[in-house]
């Protein structure tokens, strides 16, 4: 079972809220990571986990073609009012929904740590990103120094999460990202494949 269905009823109960007051606060990760990304002009874009759409209209502004992925309805309605022309899909990110090498540049952005397998998660982001492209993934950080961790606590004691439902720190230890990336470029390459690039924004 994927995380979709559960994820999505959660992150859709206020969209707007969250594109007024939370997304934006994520804008400095956005546009150090397209930054990092440059040339965008031109290049398909995938945003998994696009949620309303903030880090897709600052990459069509730099003149990427767009599309997003989330497992939220509502938020999709945001982001299809803040970019119209981007193509924009209801989906599981452990299942994406689209064709081997389909993008130039893929970018996940608090998705995976809430998918029930963040592995999987990431092997499909690499499937869809074409030979010799990029991919790029925020996490929160470690928990160590994360001081929004007291902060779920705190909700979590409030309002217990579903069961199965994973935590927003679960692949935030040190090295764990890294060490997905590694294990999927290795099968790419023993397939014989050419990798992506794959990259951390710090």
């Known amino acids: 079972m994927g995380s979709a269905e559960v994820q999505g009823e959660l992150w859709g109960r206020d969209p707007q809220t969250w594109a007024r007051y939370m997304e934006a606060q994520l804008r400095p990760l956005y546009d ?40 939220s309805a509502p938020l999709l309605e945001v982001a299809r009012g803040r970019v119209p022309a981007a193509g924009l899909r209801t989906g599981e990110i452990q299942a994406l929904p689209y064709d081997d090498a389909s ?26 990103c074409r030979p010799g492209g990029q991919v790029a993934i925020g996490v929160w950080g470690d928990p160590g120094r994360c001081q929004t961790e007291a902060l779920f606590a705190r909700l979590r004691s409030l309002a217990p999460p579903p069961p199965g439902t994973p935590a927003p720190l679960a692949v935030s230890d040190p090295g764990m990202v890294e060490n997905l990336l590694v294990r999927h470029e290795a099968l790419l390459l023993s397939d014989g494949g050419e990798r992506p690039s794959i990259s951390l924004p710090s």
């Open 32 to 71: 150090a990571t397209l930054d990092a990304l440059e040339p965008l002009a031109g290049r398909a874009l995938l945003d998994a986990g696009c949620g309303a759409g903030l880090a897709l209209r600052l990459a069509a502004g730099r003149g990427a073609a767009v599309s997003g992925l989330d497992a």
């Open 103 to 128: 993008f130039d540049i893929v970018t996940a952005f608090n998705s995976i740590q809430y998918a029930t397998d963040p592995a999987a998660a990431v092997a499909q982001l690499a499937r869809v």
